[in-house]
């Protein structure tokens, strides 16, 4: 049996771990790895074939977490198609909503009052904080540190509770829709958000001091995983992945969104490519965040939330006491939705993991006719094989950390 | 709506061309036109990023023909792997030229692409097979083997209308 066909009869029925050396006067082996694995980040399936401790290839087998959400945002009207698009990167939810709305507006021609996109960004970055401290928490697990993990998630609740403050919940919002956000911000959320701002950067600098200088994890992450800057472009790489291989390249900085455009902040980078690089650029990221978030806190304009034009938003609930008009838009909104405008729209935004991207087709009726995401760990996975092949098994554990894959994203 | 469309042959070329300006590819997806009203009712939507100049652009090819192909561009970027994968996947897109062009979200054995559309959601019924539990009988057998499944019935009880896991 040669190596491909044996791979192929692993792959069609092998579950769990499975073993076998496929030739005796080889020592290389194929294993399953996953896609039941504590470090493999979700249900991310891997086929090894090692030669000892050394990977000589790596497959890696997707679509575990499938569940057809582009097919059921086909069966969504345009407004509720947010709560689908949202569980697809669940540590990620507000971007989500956010390149999906994008999207949206494009078709629509809808303008996003200056608050909405105030309180996108913001809520978008402390997205990007609470996605980071996941990564920062289980890299350190995956390494062996394991307090890591309880410092990322302690402040990952802080941010966690002003979610629940403002939406409601802790994932899954569906908080970012066409037009704007849903809802206003509560009474009392710049004292919450003020106070994440104080805390988080000397909570940054108590990581830094964990991780950063401690020998093993230098030891291992240092020379680990390298992925060049031609590689990652050639395989579509995105986000901290390939600024940390020094390409240069932030959507927020370079194609603003929303209110980017109006916020200062730097876009780090990395020179070396592997896994300690792209530690230290998203913890530096974290440090960019905090000062978006604070800029947007101080800048938080007044006005309307979101687009009152009541032909895609309810009319406010006092209104439909007085005015028949408002009924009447309430009723369509709520039986019908909203048409959208035949055509076809594409947005990005740049999530945690890249480029966030969403492409919808509008056939003119009240629900989207295709609904497409590009989602960068669904890109991003790719890169596991250049970056794992010639090192060794634990190598690539340290590999996919750093990749931080999130399966709910890649698989959709 | 879509002003212009490749046909599958001008794809490589065009391809070709775009990478060597500069042109990045940031996505790629298959599209079923049925209700959109084009002579072909499969297309590929690319989208391409030039990160010099700024500016993105969508590109639209037209796969024709039974079953609807269009060359891969694997061999420009190896990241349109997993895209055109996933596209042959789900809606039955062949990608001329590309390594390893098999299912990559739904199951091997699984039949149709279910992005097309007529493929509706919810048509597959899917068997909700009540999982015996907790019921190792003897050593080394499992719990899950086809000999214990038969013994429940479609309402997870055994012959003697116990449930099976209720004695735990």
Known sequence: MTRDQLIRQVENEGQGAFVEAYDETDNRMVINMGPVHPSTHGVLRLLLELDGETVTKCLPVIGYLHTGMEKECEDQTWRSAVTIVTRMDYLAPFFNEQVYSLAVEKLLELEVPERGKYIRT???????LSSHLVCFGTQGLDMGAMSAIFYGFREREVILDFYEMVTGLRMNHG?????????DLPKGWDTAVRNIVKLMPGRIDEYESLLSNNPIFLERTKGIGVLTAAEALDLGASGPIARASGVDWDLRRDMPYDAYGEAKFSVPLGKEGDVYARYKVRMAEMRESVKIVEQMLDGMPGGDFKNMDPKVTHPPRAELNTSMEAVIHHFKLSTQGYTVPTGESSATVESPRGELGCY??????????????????????QTLSPMSVGGLVADLIASIASIDPVMGGVDR | MIDVELRGDEWLARATELKESGWWLSDLCGLD???LGFADRFGVVTQFLHRERRERQIVHIAAAGEPPTVPSICSLWSGANFFEREAFDLFGIHFEGHPNLTRIMMPDEWEGHPLRKDYGVGKVEVDFVPQ?????QGLGQSPNSKEAMEKVDDFG???DGQRRGDSW
């Open chain 2, 157 to 159: 009880q055994t012959e």
């Open chain 1, 122 to 128: 913001m809520i978008a970055e402390l997205n990007r």
């Open chain 2, 132 to 136: 015996p539990f907790l019921q190792i």
């Open chain 1, 175 to 183: 908080y970012i829709i066409p037009g704007g956000v849903w809802q």
């Open chain 1, 360 to 381: 919808v087709v509008s056939d003119g009726g009240t629900s989207p006719y295709r609904c497409h995401v590009r989602d960068p760990s669904f890109v991003n996975i």
């Open chain 2, 33 to 35: 036109r049925r209700d």
